[in-house]
């Protein structure tokens, strides 16, 4: 007959043994966890043409490829941002062109592995033109067409935030950056119109549509502006006040991620 002392060892031994290996089970999930707090995933949405990556490139600190413009990413790109605290961003930057492998990357950051906030690119009708498919020479399209094309890729990627946020309590928050704002500086008031919510614009009633579909207190929206690269002091959008937009854009940023 096992004495009470040795059961009780036993006991023990089975409750520490317990313990750990459910301390075990959980550290991947707490390992997650404290991943997505210092760097929350950002997927960085848009039509092709209107700068998303260079725009990943200038928030996180990484320099653009030489003659950018002309290039269009067919695969989703990864760029991760760190600062010395041990915090920052990882972004996806999902291709702009309308196909499989598009598809695939919306999948991705709205169901496979969802995301925690969106940055959503657009230029206000200025988006760089591309060209068709076995031509060559630049692209043309009216600002009107890129406005219609810019309203039809939100329609696509809003669809996407709505059948998401309806299932899970990701993505918080959604920052329309209007981007390429040197070259309408002297509009950029009315084009953060157009983009806003209760705006009346063809793109405020998408927003309001979505906000009304993901709950319009769970999803905040953000309308901000900014451009990669200004100009001469003397120019409309000098590369001061393209760096003051851009700052104001990583200060968003941080207090939605909860950084500040």
Partial sequence: MQSPLRHGKAALGTTLAGGALAALAQAPERASRLLRHRYPTVAVTGMTG?????????????????????????VMERRTRRNARLRGYRFRVVPGENAATRLGALDEVFHDEPVDGVLHVVANGHATPRRTGGTSGAGVATREEQLAAELEDWSITAHRIA???????????????????DL???????????????????FG??????????????????????????????SAMP???CGDLLGRLELRLAQL???V
Avoid: N
Avoid at 184 to 202: K, L
Avoid at 211 to 233: E, F
């Fill in 257 to 259: 991620s909860g950084h």
């Fill in 163 to 181: 059948s998401m946020a309806v299932r899970r309590d990701r993505p918080t928050w959604l920052v329309v950056a209007v981007t390429k704002a």
């Fill in 205 to 234: 009633d998408k927003l309001d549509e979505l906000r009304a579909l993901a709950g319009g207190a769970r999803l905040s929206i953000d309308v901000l502006p900014v451009c990669a690269q200004g100009g001469g002091r003397k």
């Fill in 50 to 74: 209107v700068g998303k990556t260079r725009l990943a490139d200038r928030l996180s600190r990484r320099a653009s490829a030489e003659g950018g413009q002309d290039v269009g990413s067919a």
């Fill in 239 to 241: 590369d001061k006040a």
């Fill in 184 to 202: 309408f500086a002297d509009d950029v008031d009315a084009a953060v119109r157009y983009y806003s919510p209760g705006s009346g614009s063809p």
